[in-house]
């Protein structure tokens, strides 16, 4: 299934795939190399992201590499937990990994903005290497960051966005208005604080504002899950989508948002201002 998701992914045009050492305790970088290697592909973009902390973010993207069977990743990310460190040593610590050839760029995961500034600032002052782009959560109930926060940022130093979680863990689809089907993110374990959410009142308010994204979606000829993946992809600084697909069919769906994209702004302006 991963390599049948990958290819199609890859035929279509995706250049870019998300790891991390703590997804499957490892086993995605291994069946992800293993998939990259066997397919012989090239001209593609491989985010990873340490759970390690700065102080052993080396060992931990080296021992990434060789299960990734990769010589360097394209960007590596510094996630909210790493700057308990002191700032100066995260950015030290990532330029270090870039001037070894393990990385060609880094980012931020959940930072800040005031955090993201202070490590553009670091780096201006000791010649260090500044980070191009922020990991942020971004859909239609999570908005402030991206819309709000971010976009001064884009325009001082330049710092992208890449987002994930359009689809709100699956809420925008529509597939708990009904309540938590088997099988779903929601019924697995370790995921009781979204079915959580769902029950709360705000939870409840989000359901019924999905109802009539389904209908708008519908009056456009397209789903509600390529209407919100279209509509994060209009935002200015977005960089892309990071998208999750359990099935092939499901990522063929979620890739017919880039006909929905480019339809124009008036349909994704009358659902942002809903």
Not at 2 to 29: C, K, M, P, S
Not at 88 to 100: D, G
Not at 144 to 150: G, N, P, R, S, T
Not at 208 to 227: F, I, P, S
Request: hydrophobic share 40%; net charge negative.
């Amino acid at each position: 299934m991963a390599e049948n998701l990958v290819t199609v992914a890859y035929e279509n045009g995706i250049n870019l795939f998300d790891t991390a050492e703590v997804y499957a305790t490892g086993r995605a970088e291994l069946t992800l190399g293993s998939i990259i290697k066997k397919k012989g592909w090239r001209c593609l973009f491989v985010l990873y992201g340490p759970i390690t902390g700065p102080l052993n973010c080396f060992s931990g993207l080296k021992g990434s590499l060789s299960r990734l069977q990769l010589e360097y990743v394209d960007i590596v990310f510094a996630n909210r937990t790493d700057i308990s460190s002191p700032m100066e040593e995260v950015v030290r610590a990532m330029t270090f990994v870039i001037n070894q050839g393990l990385a060609m760029y880094w980012g931020t995961s959940r930072w800040s903005t005031v955090e993201i500034m202070e490590a553009y600032s670091v780096a201006r002052q000791f010649n260090l290497i500044p980070p191009v782009c922020e990991q942020a959560e971004y859909h239609y109930f999570q908005r402030d960051k991206v819309e709000a926060q971010l976009p001064e940022l884009y325009h001082k130093i330049g710092v992208g966005a890449m987002t994930w979680s359009p689809l709100a863990c699956g809420i925008i689809t529509g597939k708990y208005s009904e309540g938590v089907p088997e099988g779903s993110r929601a019924a697995l374990k370790g995921y009781q604080w979204l079915k959580e959410r769902m029950d709360s009142e705000s939870g409840r308010r989000q359901l019924d504002k999905v109802k009539e994204l389904h209908l708008l979606a519908e009056r456009l000829g397209c789903t509600a899950a390529q209407l919100a993946i279209a509509w994060c992809l209009r935002s200015e600084g977005v960089s892309c989508v990071l998208l999750g697909a359990s099935n092939t069919e499901q990522l063929l769906e979620n890739l017919g948002s880039i006909q929905v994209w480019t339809l124009g702004a008036e349909a994704l302006c009358v659902c942002s201002a809903r």
